[in-house]
């Protein structure tokens, strides 16, 4: 006879989130969430944009008050008023827009966030930064300043700052979001090596393949509600996975799609381009390229390759210091040359570069840079307002609605909002900077199918993603770019990732 072994008691989570709800004027954000996590394990939370997992971690992290519902630490019931007392408790979080100080240190930035006392030592501080950087494999120098650091180093002194104001449960908000793949790679090994060391660890991300490669748990919100509960992602298949999220079956893109078709005036060109990066530097070098009407051109690279600058250079937003672009035939020296030229845009980072936080959706999809409707002297919102409705039913990617301010908005939200306004417009040329970037999946495909369409009317897209199989799914052709250079190009029939690999570290494919 055998007999069951009775269930090894659990030890107590070290959080436990039990019926979080909360309200922001018409919108339920969280409906009675339920959330927990065990020390030694990454749980990750999943969902739309939109679907509440910001709101239920800033409630976790003591930023917002629930309107109902319970927490509990090691298994205590409390109340966190504020971040400071919740990383009292040892909750830290490491937030999607890193929150450092460009002009100083790295150990000013963690002296500032660890408050050690009336006398501030920097040099005890160094030592210790450099000692919990070994420790945890978070290789960064405690001396070098913030603003000479790449995303990926400046995620890593979030990190080494959060453990070291004492966090044993460490929340990360969409921290792939910004991140190269090596740099994924580079973060995960730190996340493992945490987990082994007892730390709990949140991890926000839209992307299956995040999840099965780090989680332990996950936990699928939708529309502030929990569908899945702490569940393993090995019981389910990504279809269940993206169902729980979306609430239905998302389709494939379409494999096939017709040849492009013949022109003499190239959307896009570039010729003989170089141009200087912020710090003067040479960031494009001799960069020679086309884009047809009617032709995907996807551009591959590591992160800050130069295509941040190739972007802006294309549409007239960044000198040149040699060579010529056209778009359409027409030569662009400035932004209002590329508009005029029919250039729509998504830029790589559209908090930064067009967002004014405090206007409204409807606001917004005014200031595309064309001629704003008029009516006497003033605006004519109504005409606004028409044109946004009708973008918003033709490209489907259900904006916030109009009177929100874009402050409110979570990174997602604001995305679709300028993805409608650029993505609706009869433009002749498309230049889409990761376009897909803190979309969940049912809105990247949506975009991926909008850019295709876009292609299908005639315009030419040029589109930057570092997710190599985003690029080999849409385009016609790739561009890798090396340090400023064009390294290689490959055509779709001869896509593959080993060799746009070595184009992008600098080899031959
Ligand atoms: N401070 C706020 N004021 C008003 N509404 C808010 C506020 N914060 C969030 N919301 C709204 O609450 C809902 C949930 O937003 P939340 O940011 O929690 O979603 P999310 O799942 O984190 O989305 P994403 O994946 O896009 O980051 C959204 O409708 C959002 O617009």
Same mark, same amino acid.
């Given at each position: 006879m055998s007999i069951e072994a009775p269930v090894a008691p659990t030890t107590l989570p070290m959080l436990q989130v039990d019926g979080f709800s909360k309200r922001f004027g018409e919108v339920q954000a969280n409906s009675d969430v339920r959330f927990d996590v065990h020390a030694g394990e990454v749980h990750a939370l999943v969902g739309e944009n939109g679907a509440g997992k910001s709101t239920l971690l800033k409630m976790v992290y003591g930023v917002y008050e629930p309107d109902e519902g319970r927490m509990l630490i090691d298994g205590e019931p409390v109340a966190l008023g504020s971040p400071a007392a919740a990383r009292s408790r040892g909750v830290g979080m490491v937030f999607q827009d890193l929150r450092l100080v460009p002009a100083f240190t790295v150990t000013e930035n963690i002296a500032l966030a660890a408050?050690? =006392?009336? !006398?501030? *030592?920097l040099k005890d501080l160094a030592a210790e930064i450099a000692e919990a950087s070994a420790r945890h494999g978070l290789a960064v120098h405690p001396n070098a300043r913030v603003r000479h650091l790449s995303i990926g180093e400046r995620q890593r002194v979030e990190i080494l700052k959060v453990l070291m104001t004492g966090a044993r449960l460490i929340i990360l908000d969409?921290? +792939?979001?910004?991140?190269a793949p090596q740099e994924v790679d580079a973060l995960f090994a730190v996340v493992r090596q945490l987990t082994e060391a007892g730390f709990g660890i949140v991890i926000v991300t839209h992307k299956l393949g995040e999840v099965r490669a780090i989680a332990d748990r996950v936990t699928v919100l939708r529309a502030g509600r +929990? !569908? &899945?509960? =702490?569940?393993?992602?090995?019981? @389910?298949d990504d279809e269940q996975l993206i169902e729980a999220m979306v609430g239905r079956a998302v389709p494939a893109l379409p494999a096939e799609r017709g040849p492009v078709p013949p022109s003499d005036v190239p959307a896009l060109e570039l010729t003989g381009v170089s141009s200087r990066g912020d710090r003067g530097h040479?960031? &494009? +070098?001799d960069i020679s390229l086309r884009v047809q009407p009617g032709e995907l051109v996807g551009i591959a690279g590591v992160a800050g390759s130069g295509q941040r600058e190739l972007c802006e250079v294309a549409l007239g937003l960044r000198p040149t210091t040699s060579g010529e672009v056209r778009i359409g035939g027409a030569s662009v020296d400035s932004a209002r040359d590329a508009i005029g030229a029919g250039a729509a845009s998504v830029p790589e980072d559209p908090v930064a570069d067009s967002v004014v936080r405090r206007l409204t959706v409807l606001e917004h999809m005014g200031l595309d840079g064309r001629r704003i409707p008029a009516r006497g002297l003033g605006v004519d919102w109504a005409a606004v307002r028409a044109r946004m409705t009708d973008a918003d039913a033709r490209l489907g990617l259900r904006i916030a609605p109009a009177k929100r301010r874009l402050s409110e908005l979570s990174g997602g939200n604001i995305q679709r909002v300028i993805l409608t306004r650029e993505l609706a417009l009869d433009s002749s040329l498309v230049v889409a900077a @990761?376009?897909? *970037? =803190? &979309?969940?999946v049912a809105n990247a495909r949506r975009t991926q199918e909008v850019l295709l369409e876009r292609r299908a009317a005639g315009s030419g897209v040029l589109m930057v993603s570092e997710d190599l199989d985003e690029l080999m799914a849409l385009a016609d052709r790739i561009v890798v770019m090396h340090d400023g250079h064009v390294s290689g190009e490959v055509l779709a029939a001869d896509f593959d990732r080993q060799a746009i690999g070595r184009l992008m570290v600098g080899g031959t494919s």
């Open positions: 408050n050690p =006392g009336p !006398v501030l *030592r969409e921290p +792939t979001s910004v991140l +929990t !569908v &899945l509960h =702490g569940v393993d992602p090995d019981d @389910y040479e960031a &494009l +070098t @990761y376009p897909s *970037r =803190g &979309l969940d």
